[in-house]
Nanobody, 124 residues
Framework: QVQLVESGGGLVQAGGSLRLTCAAS????????MSWFRQAPGKEREFVAG????????VYGASMKGRFTISRDNAKNTVYLQVNSLEPEDTAVYYC?????????????????WGQGTQVTVSS
């Protein structure tokens, strides 16, 4: 079992930045992929970025490259999502997810473990 706890969301003005944190516990993560998804009201859950824990390889969603950066801290068992130049369209609940495979999959159905989510609201 893997437990994931997100933090770092909040209300921010357009153009601002946030760093979201996902603290993982319960198992060694060396064989896991960790990813961030987001879900806006009335929309499907959307892949933001993923990272392979062992090598640090990353994959970003099609519209996410440039403003989003995923990273990890092995010593702290923590994954981060840095978001810059926030736009009102980034308003959503951001979720951390984990899967015990080496492929960074973009479908939420492929992930076994989920955090409770952290709300990000961007005002114009």
């Amino acid at each position: 079992q893997v437990q994931l706890v997100e933090s770092g969301g909040g209300l921010v003005q357009a153009g601002g930045s946030l760093r979201l944190t996902c603290a993982a516990s319960g198992r060694t993560l060396s064989t896991y992929v960790m990813s961030w998804f987001r879900q806006a009201p009335g929309k499907e859950r959307e892949f933001v970025a993923g990272i392979r824990w062992s090598e640090g390889n990353t994959v970003y969603g099609a519209s996410m490259k440039g403003r989003f950066t995923i990273s990890r801290d092995n010593a702290k068992n923590t994954v981060y999502l840095q978001v810059n130049s926030l736009e009102p369209e980034d308003t959503a609940v951001y979720y951390c997810a984990a899967r015990r495979q080496i492929v960074i999959h973009t479908s939420p159905r492929e992930y076994e473990y989920w955090g409770q989510g952290t709300q990000v609201t961007v005002s114009s």
